[in-house]
């Protein structure tokens, strides 16, 4: 009898010590898998840190710098951009009041521009598949740095690179997702998607990027044949949305975790939204000179303001009549592009939709 239960006590303390086991190897791989910081940093076993787990950073085609940034770039004036129609986008910047155009037929074939406004970077980009056009100060741990595109995706986005840690960074987010920067946001720069013809029209003095860029491109083929009109994405996405048609360009804000996207075709109808995001009153209008969409936080001091269409002019409450030059300089502007609408809703999928 002593032989069987020292025996059932020998096979209990196995069996509570394999018990033991997996448990502290169940907890030391959730500690491998899950070291996160208070800032949603994980780090994985080799010490690389990460936002986004690079399992789901997707090869594009082509290798790093594949897509050559310009880094050099030679601009001309207006009259000297004749190989221009006047249908072509561009992207518009203005900015320590210079004004600068971006043709997209010369950013489909190169995707960031490295410039400099006066003696200050400036972070120009263009991700085809999302038709998202982006302007940043390149500023990382207080340093001025280059960026290149990596050749990789996230949602089927451009993944840029910086030139001094390494670090993966997302387009639409301005976000380091991967590597020694993880965390660290760029500062957006205004910048409008709008036809060479209306840019022209209210700049006529606005300097253009040049095809004179040091490479051998054809900057008059659009390299994605019809992809800007067809359902057709050519990359996986976290989330699809069939509100809208994929390539619907949409107008987002996000504010306080709350994410609000507005068709540019109902904005151009409607022309000026009052509408509250995550408690923040905004003013969504379309800009009659530019032919786009713009937003601007609607409180002015302590007074939240409430806008509307007299004529063909602003007017708000208290029966003041504003431009759009005068928002630009009184009110802030809210951080907004335009972009296609399966972009959008994969980075926000909880978005609200104004109908």
Known sequence: MKVIEMNKTLIFLLALGSILMVGCNSINQSNINNNEDSNGIKTLPDGT???????????????KDGIPSIDNPKFISANEADWLNDDDLVLGLVYKGIVKAYPHRILNWHEIVNDKVESEKVLITYCPLCRTGIAFKPIVYGEEIEFGTSG??????LVMYDRKTESYWTQSLGLAIIGPASGEKLEKIPLDTVRWRDWKNIYPDTLVLSKKTGFFKNYDRIPYGNYESSEQLYFPVDNKDNRLHPKEIVFGVEFNGKSKAYAEKDVEDIKIINDIVGDVPVVVLWDNGLNTVKIFERTLGNEVLEFFIKGNKFMD???NEWTVNEMLNKLKVVDTFGHFWFAWAAFFPETELYE
Not at 49 to 59: C, G, N
Not at 152 to 157: A, G, I, M, P, W
Request: glycine share 8%; aromatic share 8%; proline share 8%.
């Open 49 to 63: 840190k990460y936002i986004i787990h690079p399992d789901k950073i997707l090869s594009g085609g082509p290798s």
């Open 152 to 157: 990789k995706l996230f949602n089927s986005e």
């Open 317 to 319: 409450n208290k029966d």
